[in-house]
């Protein structure tokens, strides 16, 4: 599987904008850019996915780098309730790992009142 | 539309003793996944189920573990014979059929806790 990097951990106040960086230099072109998020006795939840563009939903933004060899999660306004383990995963739909999500040790997103 | 269900929330087992985790995913999805994390680690993929059927098991310990998805009923995680290093955080997630990158839901999870 290819393999992504996260910082260890980040710090943020509450309203302010959170950049959560990724990269992943050994993606291949069929490999999908997933972001996942834990909160403290949760299971994962999913964020956002991508591939190529720029995607937007309800609870975040993905930056996608045009060489899909990093990406950026942005939290627009981060609350107290974003506080969680953030991970961001490569998947691949076809071949072995087919269904299956490789986590890393992820970000833990700090949020400050 | 509930979504992945599973119970126990906590299991409490001796040494020695059998631990059975049930999953029932969500309404539609055929496919089930089962992750463990143990203390302060991250997910680690164990098994990947259809119904009947184990797709993947390459992350499952060869000895002990045992997982199933009946025809009808919940996916069960079996433990025999349960250690201390069996305790952990166990998370279920399910899929619809057609996965080509859409979301996994996942559940609460099972807090096993071996004393």
């Known amino acids: 599987d290819a393999k992504t990097t996260q910082p260890n951990s980040m710090e943020s106040n509450e309203e302010e904008p959170v950049h959560l960086p990724c990269n992943h230099s050994?993606?291949?072109?069929?490999?999908?850019i997933h972001w996942y998020r834990q909160l403290p006795s949760q299971g994962p939840e999913y964020v956002i996915h991508?591939?190529?563009s720029n995607v937007n939903n309800r609870m975040a933004s993905l930056a996608i780098a045009e060489d899909r060899k990093s990406s950026t999660l942005i939290l627009h306004r981060a609350t107290l309730r974003d506080a969680a383990v953030y991970y961001c995963i490569l998947y691949n739909a076809g071949g072995t790992s087919y269904g299956k999500l490789t986590f890393g040790q992820g970000t833990i997103l700090t949020v400050h009142p | 539309n509930a979504g992945v269900m599973q119970n126990p929330r906590h299991l409490v087992r001796r040494r020695g003793q059998e631990a059975r985790l049930r999953c029932s995913p969500m309404?539609?999805?055929?496919?089930v996944y089962w992750y463990r994390q143990l203390p302060e680690e991250g997910l680690k993929f164990m098994v990947y189920l259809q119904k009947e059927n184990i797709i993947d098991e390459s992350g499952m310990p060869k000895e002990r573990f045992s997982a199933e998805f009946p025809k009808e009923g919940p996916s069960i995680l079996r433990i025999q014979q349960v250690v201390r290093g069996d305790s952990a955080a166990y998370f279920c997630?399910?899929?619809?059929?057609?996965?080509?990158?859409?979301?996994?839901?996942f559940g609460q999870g099972t807090r096993l806790t071996v004393v």
């Open positions: 997630a399910s899929s619809p059929p057609v996965r080509v990158n859409t979301e996994a839901f």
């Open positions: 991508g591939l190529t």
């Open positions: 050994t993606i291949s072109g069929t490999d999908y």
């Open positions: 309404k539609g999805h055929s496919h």
